[in-house]
């Protein structure tokens, strides 16, 4: 009963959340976007202009970075990412995202400019060669594919005078501000992210690395919890440094030799940075809201404060809703979504 209650004050703060000139200060009409170019990509409504308010500094020192994969399958995901994101910025012009693609797509491209006229972004390609070879099947399909991997050579595609970014799956929406995030004090440490040290870390191997003496021994010394890699802020400049890339490349050249885990690309970090990460409040992953990796059922909000909001799991809330099968919680994530068919969820 109080998972309820919770949503529906959530869900009030969404709907009826005042707009102020640290928000937005001219709403655009509702317009719809397709070209001949963009024929088989969803069609999406074109978002509000938010604007910084007054306290709002205008300088790179400024500036926060978020980096997100960018896919046809999870674009409705992003965009919605991308919206509450910026409605719920205080100073939303100085957040730069940087769109990690697996293919030089200008259909992309042109939906998130029209969608977003006023966003500052940049795509990168994502050279899915680099995986080549090293990913071996896991649990689902999903997880298998090159560009979930990309977030392991994030540090090799940014620009380099970006030192600090937020990296974000595109299965979430934030309902706080996200400078909260990126405020954060990472004590000398290349990840910050929640971390969960009740979660049973021994199922995320296999009985070939836990029976293997020398593999065992990784964790010794280290109190290793597990975090969940879909919410992260990373130091880029010490990863960099410290080759932190070809640290969990070393992982994945195991992997293929051993089979030492199930879970694509989440055990390598794991392996690397489990205990050794700056610990962050779990509010800002409230994950797992898409279910388990088979079913994908529903499952309600863990208790306590709410900052981010993570449909990871096999369920993803745009799939739910448009079969008119929703878990309670995906009506948490409709109103951030720009999709054009979207608004008769919430008039049901």
């Not at 979930?148 to 501000?177: E, F, G, H, T, W």
């Not at 836990?210 to 593999?215: A, E, G, K």
């Not at 932190?244 to 293929?256: H, L, N, S």
């Amino acid at each position: 009963m109080a998972s309820l209650s919770l949503l529906v004050g959530l869900l009030s703060l969404v709907l009826l959340r005042p707009i102020t000139s640290a928000t937005a200060t001219r709403l655009i009409g509702i317009r719809y976007h397709r070209s001949s170019s963009l024929s088989h990509l969803p069609l999406f409504r074109e978002a509000p202009a938010f604007r910084n308010g007054d306290e709002c500094g205008s300088t790179d020192a400024d500036r926060i970075h978020v980096a997100m994969t960018l896919d046809e399958n999870y674009l409705r995901g992003t965009m919605a990412a991308v919206q509450s994101m910026l409605q719920h910025s205080t100073c939303p012009e100085n957040l730069s995202f940087y769109f990690l693609s697996a293919h030089d797509n200008p259909e992309l491209y042109n939906s998130i400019k029209t969608t977003f006229p006023y966003l500052n972004f940049n795509i990168f390609r994502f050279d899915s060669t680099r995986v080549q070879g090293k990913i071996s099947k896991s649990i689902r399909l999903a997880l298998d594919q090159p560009l979930n991997y990309a977030r392991i050579y994030l540090a090799d595609m940014l620009p380099k005078q970006v030192n600090r970014v937020i990296y974000l799956d595109s299965d979430i929406i934030i309902v706080d501000d996200i400078a909260k995030l990126w405020g954060v004090n990472m004590e000398g440490k290349v990840v910050a992210a929640p971390e969960y040290c009740r979660a049973n870390f021994t199922v995320y191997f296999t009985s070939n690395f836990w029976s293997d003496s020398n593999l065992a021994k990784t964790f010794e010394g280290r109190n290793a919890c597990y975090f969940n890699t879909g919410v992260m802020v990373m130091d880029v400049e010490k990863w960099r440094k410290d080759g932190f890339t070809q640290k969990v490349e070393g992982w994945m050249r195991v992997q293929k030799e051993k089979k030492i885990y199930n879970l694509g690309s989440l055990p390598p970090f794991l392996l690397v940075l489990a205990g050794n990460i700056k610990a962050v409040d779990h509010r800002w992953n409230q994950h797992g809201l898409g279910g388990d990796n088979f079913e994908g059922k529903c499952r309600s909000l863990h208790p306590g404060p709410i900052s981010l909001l993570h449909w990871s799991g096999k369920g993803k809330p745009w799939l739910r809703l448009d079969s008119r099968k929703p878990c309670l919680v995906d009506h948490l994530w409709a109103p951030y979504d720009l999709y054009q068919s979207s608004r008769h969820f919430l008039e049901e």
